[in-house]
């Protein structure tokens, strides 16, 4: 370099620093320490987190030596030598060949590239933070240095003047030889390449030709280098082993007046090398590639260096992390199972399903010494993720049915997916909606890093569908979980069942036999433990089993009790059918010290009485006799308690009347020791059903069998109805009085009828009237042969998705019935007279504004027997909008449909009146004075529309904006 040229070089680089340092000083408050920059082999590296980078617009350009910006797209990428690779988290690793395009070389030893990087919130830039980051690299080439990257092939080589001898000709004449013809035939003083297409086909062109179609070739002092894209025009398919690579060869000559200068330039890189199998990613480069040994009779040594994200790994870190390197004479395996170390896995959404990948960054480097070019190294970058692996999430159950709250888990996902909504019940909650509703919303770490969520629903939500069965009641869950997977928002969801049925316990009547209480207690769990009051009844012990399900509760009334003189409580004496009772009570609880059967006898006075203790906490003597309440409660093997109940022993005079009719009549009596006790809000099972009369001491129930949770079953030839009369404490808020109503009916007997002949009555008519039944039905495609059921809704829709409807008349064979939707509209709540609401079809027409709806035909098939009774339309969900913005959430649809007789319109008013979308042949004609009782209302279930998240993370980076 002459002494002018080297003045205006330092010229350049000062005008170029003078320059960055200007911009860089407008941008000190947005400084780019957070961009990390480092020297990597032949290339230098820019690394971007994404906590600075995520969901925003990224931008690239390289720096000349003027200070010239030239934004990075892809295909000056490939020419010039960059890469922008983006991995699922959000971070940037920005990499350039320190032979790039505007790259500022020093003596081949030194490499400064300059780089701006914007970074906005917005696609066309506007408001972008400015960054610039100087990069100084020094490098130590080797003769001849190849690399493949993730999206360009690169080599060079040394091009000082080589000795001539004798023989160079002769090794390779297929080569050299024939680009000699071109050369000579080519222009003076100027640089031409020739690109080897076959061992007799070559293509001659000038470097700038191969420049314009996406070459990159460069000189330095010592130096040449020649870039190519995979799928360059001129590259070649080369088959080694089973790998496929992508060839260039090309030779490059400079033509002066007395000498023709030529240097060979070959470059392969391996296309389909990496193969998953099992778990593993298995890595094969095949080594001695020919294009890369032409002018080579053999290989006197190699070695092999392997890393991850271009840092060499030593053989003790490969060894720790599990992979397996295999290095022969002819080719290199290396094996990386899932999940390594080095690595990480991503949750992706595809096709509304969940998934995983696993992503890693492995490099390999083989550098050998050959007769032919010397020293060559060959490093090969991969940026490698796995097949996208569906991974369903699984709804498991953990309901302890002793808590009364459903316990449900969702899972496993990976860290990066969070639980933004949950529908219970077909009712759309945000997670915190559904903390202050009283859930119980979590997430669970495992120890291998996968996260569960938890969901706990109380049974007694109002969400939670209660169905009473026969012995008990079932409860169902109908849950759907909303996800969304950071950072970019990708949205699925997954919907599950779950039911839990609960064994009701029922009591038998109570009798009073000899100084001992009786009662049967069914349909019971063999591993449930039964407790009166607080004494655990045991067999032998209060307890006579009769088998696993049924047991006999038996409470002695007598049991020796020495009362305390000067115990605080109340005597009482009552006199019944000549029998004397003395009572005791402290604390609601009754001691009957003493009982005397008929004549009573004369107490002396200062008689010490035995004391006799029920085990009961309610109890009343009366007139009629003695009434008792005995507290059961059932807990399950762990101590929990399932249920609390309450035996009542009651006086003769609150015997149930059963009419022939199936009514049931009942009287209860006031309890005296429960003073707050209000007759009128006693309840059946039925809540609903309150005392049809009552006053201060009685209440009256007259109630059909059918009705108020009554239930039926069936011994011998009875058949029993029963029922239980509620009072909920209004202090605790808990049942402090149970009382069973039994009604039992025979099923079969003896009936002695008289028989005489006589005449048949007359023939006459009995006539009924039964609605036709319509349903509404959202498909999953427009071809209507799949719909969503009752246990999808909500369904999940983005807003490109359109809707397909359909409404069909039920259970009607009349061909000549025709179904016409008069108006069908949306609306965001269930209510159809809500507001807003937005038209879909008006008068029988497609509504066309602002996006038309769409009728489709309806043709006969298997499961379409009558057309006529089917209608079929499609909404754009885009229809609906709230001022200038696009509606999403719940929304709700309904039509209102008219049946007719297509054959004869003018026979029913109603459908006179259709719209005049109705065919001509159907518009008979108008009435006025039509009436409305024709007309039937259907809606379709929920649907929850989301805004479309279709910028995948390739749109959104692989082309930045412009």
Known sequence: MVLAEKMMFLFRLISVALCLATEVSTQQSTGSDFIAASCQRSLMQLNLPAQYVVKQYVRFSAIDENGAAYVITDALATKCGYTIAYDGWGNIVFRTSLYSCYTQIENDTNYTASVKIEISSRPDMGGAMSYFKVVSCPYVWSPREAICETNYMEVSVRRKIPVISEGVFRDEPEDWSTAFTQAVSGLMSVWQVVFHLSTTQKTTMMTDAAQNIGYGIKTTESRIMLRAPYDAAQALPQKIGNVTFSTVRATLFYKQRWFIFLVDNAVACPVDDVKFMGGWIVWTVPKNVSSLLTGAKYIQSSRIQFGIDLLTLTDVEIISRNYQITDSNTVTITRIPYGAVGGYYKSHVMNFNYGITYSIRPFLENVWVDDGWGVTKYTIIKDITTPFEQRTPVITNETIPSTQIFNCTVGPFLPDVRLVNV????????????????????????????????????????????EVVPNGIRFVLNVTFVFKIIPYDEIFNTTGIIEHFQTQPFVGPCGQQGGVLTATLGNLDPSWRIYVKNTQATSGNLLLPINQTFSTVQVPAVSNYVMNEGCPGKFRTVLTDGSLYITYVVNLELFIIVHFPPPPPPIPAGTAFGVTILYHVLSQVTNQGLAITIPISITDQNGNTLYKMTIFCDPPSNIAVCLPNGTVNVVV??????????????????????????????????FAVN???????????LMIYENQIFYVSTVTGKDIFIM???????????????????ENPPPNAQTGLAPLDLVMRLSKDDGYRVFYEDPEYPVVKYLRDPLYFEVELMYSSDPQLELFLDHCWATTTPDMGS??????IDSSCEYKEPYQTIFHPVTSDARVRFPSHLKRFEVKTFTFTQGDVIYTGQIYFHCDAIICDPSNLASDPACMQMGPCIPARQRIGRSVDAGGDEHRLISSGAVFLLASKMRANAEQFENPPQ
């Not at 019940?425 to 509703?437: D, I, N, P």
């Not at 069973?740 to 009916?745: A, S």
């Not at 507001?835 to 879909?840: E, F, G």
């Open 423 to 466: 529908s219970v019940g077909g009712t759309m909650l945000t997670v915190s909606e559904g903390v202050k509703r009283g859930y119980t919303i979590e997430n669970r770490t495992t120890p291998d890093g996968t996260v569960t969520f938890i969901l706990k629903v109380p049974f007694s939500d109002q969400l939670v569908s209660k």
């Open 669 to 702: 009596t006031k309890i005296s020791n429960i003073p707050d006790m209000v007759m009128s809000k006693l309840t059946l099972r039925d809540t609903n059903c309150f005392p049809r009369a009552s006053d201060d001491s009685t209440a009256q129930f007259t």
């Open 740 to 758: 069973n109503v039994t009604c039992t009916y025979a099923t079969n007997g003896t009936l002695v009828a008289i028989y005489s002949p006589t």
């Open 707 to 717: 009705s108020c949770k009554t239930t039926r079953r069936f011994t011998s030839n």
């Open 835 to 840: 507001l807003p609401a937005w038209p879909i």
